[in-house]
């Protein structure tokens, strides 16, 4: 399989600078938390997974879910993110990829990252049930909410890279 299979678009200069700018991205978006009068925040950085997921499939999903939470992961000195955020990126592109529309490769991503999440910060990284419980819900929501803009947002950055 080549590489311009592997994303299904055409492999150019410009492609390749989207690329690079949606790995990059969440990083600096993903300080940014947005507060709910429910008590949790949304987070900014899974829309750029979820369209380069959409734009470059599996791998492109992996890159920016990778790249894209190295800072957050470092930040909290929680190595985990960046594994967690891959395995979200690759099974959204991968379910997209298989004929679900977006919305639902990000839910069943996330249903599929979920059981990662919950052993590594309860287990590994020790934080609370509780807290870890406010997170899931809090990324479910944003994942959700990230997804349906990323539906409408998707289409006008391939034809961009095409």
Do not use: C
Not at 12 to 33: C, F
Request: proline residues 4%; glycine residues 8%; positive net charge.
């Amino acid at each position: 399989m080549t590489l311009a299979k592997t994303f299904d678009i055409d492999i150019n200069r410009k492609s390749l600078l989207m690329l690079l700018v949606l790995g990059i991205l969440p990083n600096l978006i993903g300080a940014i938390n947005l507060p709910t009068i429910w008590g949790f925040k949304i987070h900014l950085f899974q829309i750029v997974i979820f369209v380069s997921a959409a734009v470059y499939g599996p791998v492109g999903g992996m890159i920016s879910g990778g790249l894209g939470s190295t800072y957050t992961a470092m930040m909290l000195g929680n190595p985990y993110i960046i594994i967690g955020n891959i395995i979200l990126g690759t099974f959204t592109g991968i379910l997209f990829r298989k004929g679900f529309n977006i919305t639902l490769a990000v839910i069943v991503a996330y249903l599929i990252q979920l059981p990662f999440l919950w052993i590594t910060n309860v287990y590994l990284v020790k934080m609370p049930s509780a807290l870890v419980t406010k997170i899931v819900i809090a990324l479910l929501v944003s994942n959700i909410f990230w997804a349906v803009i990323a539906k409408f947002s998707y289409p006008k950055i391939k034809e961009w890279v095409e």
